[in-house]
């Protein structure tokens, strides 16, 4: 059986396929470069929007840390401080005067259930005909209460005389103790004084102290920068001392070698031209000698010294001289070369300090032109509040002048108020509603004499009816707290 032969795919086939699958990944890669724009469009919106999010919370958080150390600062603190302060007295002021008020208000409320009793006990009695025994009775009955309120008067003087020598006594308690603490202040200041000078006197000690330390410092330094100098020329001198040894040691061995020599080889020609060369040897030495003399002589008359110990000491002396000059020079370039590399730094830092200077100059002239606008604007608030303190002066002024002529005009009496006043009678801000008390209090008595005279006439038409009939009336906390004087 014959077999079938395989379909192969023609070139054209698989190049349509190709084709299509290069569309297709054409397409998808069209597709996710879509989308990846897309995204990175998202991305960058929210990290824009995170970015201005950041920036506003940091610009909140500069804020909030300004206001904290502005809350916290010493003058707010005061202020905060003196505000607790006020509202304290404030509220123990608002307390007294509230008790105060609660028991006017009782006592008038008292009062005003006394006067309707007797209102209607009076009508009641003008109602009844009386006869000349109940009036005998009424009469020694009023006799009786005259005597009953004359003895609460005079009881209530007492206590207040009491009162008063109580007041005088603590007065005189209040000046003694104020004394003692002028005394105690004096004395105070006096202690402070011999501290402040103690603390001088420390801290000159001190001061001194570290003087004497640092001074004590470089001495130490001076000494150890000596003792190394000393050894490194005393290692320099032993060094060279054996090395003069070891020379002077191989000359001893030579000159030894050479007698050894010389003694062997015995030759009337080498005896001579040794002989010869001795003899050379020795004139040269004697020359040298000479030389050296010469020199020695030279140097003592230059030196001005003619003994040999005292000139090599002053050699030596000048030596360790120079040695020392050689050192300092040394260090002398050193420091030259610190003061050097210092200068650098400081022509640096004064650059930058004059860039830094010239900046804070601008900040300090922005800085300076908004104070002078705000100056200028609490300047012009300044005059408007003087202006309105003057003519609220002058209103007060006015006022004072005609409660002081209706104070004269009704014929009001300030007696029960002159210790309270002290030397100074005229109405002032200070004592102005201790008068317009006595004022209502005047006036409320002439309603009241109106009235019952009214009432005595049985006249047909009133001057005052009885829903007008003034009331004894408490004026306001915040009219009284501002302006009640000390009793003292």
């Known amino acids: 059986m014959a077999q079938k032969p395989q379909h192969t795919p023609d070139e054209q086939e698989l190049e349509t396929m190709a084709q299509a699958e290069l569309s297709r990944l054409k397409r998808q890669y069209r597709i996710m470069e879509n989308d990846r724009a897309a995204c990175a469009e998202d991305a960058r919106l929210q990290l824009r929007n995170q970015m201005n999010m950041i920036a506003r919370f940091e610009y909140e958080k ?4 300004l206001r904290i150390k502005t809350a916290n600062s010493k003058t707010f603190a005061r202020e905060d401080e003196e505000m607790v302060e006020k509202l304290k007295c404030l509220l123990t002021l608002e307390t007294n ?6 028991a006017e208000k009782g006592e008038i409320a008292e009062l005003d259930d006394h006067i309707n009793k007797l209102t209607k006990e009076v009508t009641s009695l003008k109602m009844k005909v009386r006869s000349d025994a109940q009036l005998k009775e009424i009469s020694a009955q009023r006799d009786k209460t005259v005597t009953m309120l004359e003895n609460r008067l005079e009881v209530a003087t007492k206590r207040f005389n009491f009162v008063i020598a109580q007041n005088e006594k603590l007065r005189n308690e209040i000046d003694a103790m104020l004394k003692e603490r002028a005394q105690f202040t004096a004395f ?23 003087i004497a330390f640092n001074q004590r410092d470089e001495e130490l330094n001076k000494i150890q920068a000596l003792r190394e100098r000393g050894i490194r020329d005393l290692r320099a001198h032993v060094s060279e001392m054996c090395e003069l040894q070891r020379t002077m040691d191989n000359e001893m061995k030579l000159q030894e070698f050479l007698g050894v020599k010389g003694q062997h080889r015995e030759m009337a020609d080498l005896n001579a ?3 010869a060369e001795k003899k050379a040897n020795m004139e040269k030495k004697q020359n040298m000698i000479s030389n050296y003399k010469q020199i020695l002589q030279m140097i003592k008359e230059f030196i001005g010294e003619q ?7 002053h050699f030596i002396k000048q030596e360790e001289e120079n040695f020392a000059l050689f050192s300092y020079v040394n260090e002398l370039n050193d420091e030259l070369e610190s003061l050097q590399t210092r200068m650098v730094q400081l022509t640096t830092a004064i650059d930058e300090a004059h860039v830094e200077n010239e900046h804070r100059g ?4 922005e800085t300076l032109e908004k104070l002078k606008t705000e100056l200028e604007e609490q300047t012009a608030l300044a005059d408007a509040a003087e202006e309105s303190l003057t003519e609220c002066n002058d209103i007060l002024e006015k006022l004072l002048k005609g409660i002081d002529s209706l104070f004269k005009a009704i014929r009001c009496d300030n007696a029960p108020i002159l210790e309270l006043l002290g030397d100074n009678e005229q109405i002032t801000t200070s004592n102005v509603m201790l008068y317009l008390g006595i004022i209502e209090k005047r006036i409320t008595e002439m309603f009241h004499k109106v009235y019952w005279v009214d009432r005595a006439t049985k006249s047909q038409q009133l001057r005052l009816d009885e829903d007008k009939r003034p009331r004894l009336k408490v004026p306001p906390i915040k009219y009284i707290a501002p302006t009640q004087p000390c009793a003292l």
């Open 62 to 65: 500069a804020e909030l840390v």
């Open 97 to 102: 005067y509230e008790s105060m008020i609660k």
């Open 188 to 210: 105070w200041n006096k202690l402070i004084g011999q501290l402040n000078t103690g603390k001088q006197i420390i801290n000159d000690l001190i001061e001194q102290a570290t």
């Open 273 to 275: 031209k040794r002989a």
């Open 307 to 313: 003994d040999i110990d005292k000139l090599v000491a």
């Open 362 to 365: 601008l900040q300090q002239t």
